[in-house]
């Protein structure tokens, strides 16, 4: 497995669904220079990480380093899912250098990981407080909104993430699963329509929109949407169960059955995983 810092994912943050990327470490480093394995890690994340834990330990005097290792070693850590030790290596990083609005930003993911919501959100105040221009400190703290059932002001958040990035469809995305939750479908439907207009060889804009369109009962806006869903990915369960449900909807109760089948072959949680969208 090789570790890439710039690209890694806070795997631990179910709440970004693997969609958030570490913020880059900006500026020069000594790898520059030396090649050091703690800054520019070349073989596995162990590898990377007993890098960064020598040069520690070797009592470096150059506190921009020091914090750096910190934050590569938190990367690591949360790469393999050992949060607690991700977390105590951003404390070291935050007390070294408490201007880095990045180091808050990854430790409240941490914390919304573990279900420490108000954490989270402390850390995220404090990220937008030193740095309010990158939209996903939004995303971020608008999720954890939801995830304490505060609807409105996670959509506010989002609305944010949005204006910041107006060319990610990962903003829109998240609204209008929000605005599916508040059930206010129109809301929703121009929320998923703005991703696939950014996005139109991506399947999920397809099929989150016919999904809202199913809640609506407007059934051929929802077939129109699960078979161009099924046009860009043939083996997309959603979309097939979709697909059948509306055949059965429309027609009589066994036309979508082969459809429902293959879905449910698919994906065998398929049938939970559309009641949670509020489908009955």
Not at 128 to 150: A, E
Not at 204 to 222: E, F, P, R, S, T
């Amino acid at each position: 497995m090789r570790f890439r810092p710039r690209k890694v994912l806070l795997r631990y943050s179910a709440v970004l669904a693997g969609a958030l990327l570490i913020a880059s470490l900006s500026g020069p480093t000594r790898a520059e220079e030396s090649n050091d394995a703690c800054f520019e890690p070349k073989g596995s994340i162990k590898e990377a990480l007993d890098a960064c834990a020598t040069y520690l330990a070797s009592n470096p005097t150059d506190q921009d380093h020091v914090v750096k290792a910190h934050i590569i070693r938190a990367i690591g850590l949360s790469a393999t899912d050992n949060v607690d030790g991700a977390i105590g290596e951003l404390d070291e990083a935050i007390r070294l250098d408490p201007t880095r609005a990045n180091s808050f930003f990854m430790r409240g993911a941490a914390y919304e990981a573990k279900g420490e919501h108000d954490k989270a959100l402390t850390d995220l105040d404090e990220a937008i407080r030193l740095d309010p221009t990158p939209g996903d400190f939004y995303l971020l703290r608008g999720m954890v909104y939801n995830q304490k059932g505060d609807l409105d002001r996670a959509i506010a958040e989002l609305d944010q993430k949005v204006k910041l990035d107006p060319e990610s469809t990962q903003g829109y995305s998240k609204r209008g699963e929000l605005y599916r939750q508040k059930k206010d479908y129109d809301h929703a439907v121009a929320d998923y329509a703005e991703v696939i207009k950014l996005d139109p060889g991506a399947a999920k804009g397809y099929v989150d929109q016919g999904w809202i369109y199913v809640l609506q009962n407007d059934l051929d806006k929802a077939m129109e949407d699960f078979t161009n869903a099924l046009k860009i990915e043939q083996s997309n369960a959603s979309a097939l169960f979709g697909r059948g449900l509306v055949k059965s909807r429309k027609g009589k109760p066994t036309d979508g059955s082969n459809d429902l089948a293959l879905a449910k072959q698919l994906e065998p949680e398929i049938v939970d995983m559309i009641k949670k969208l509020g489908v009955e």
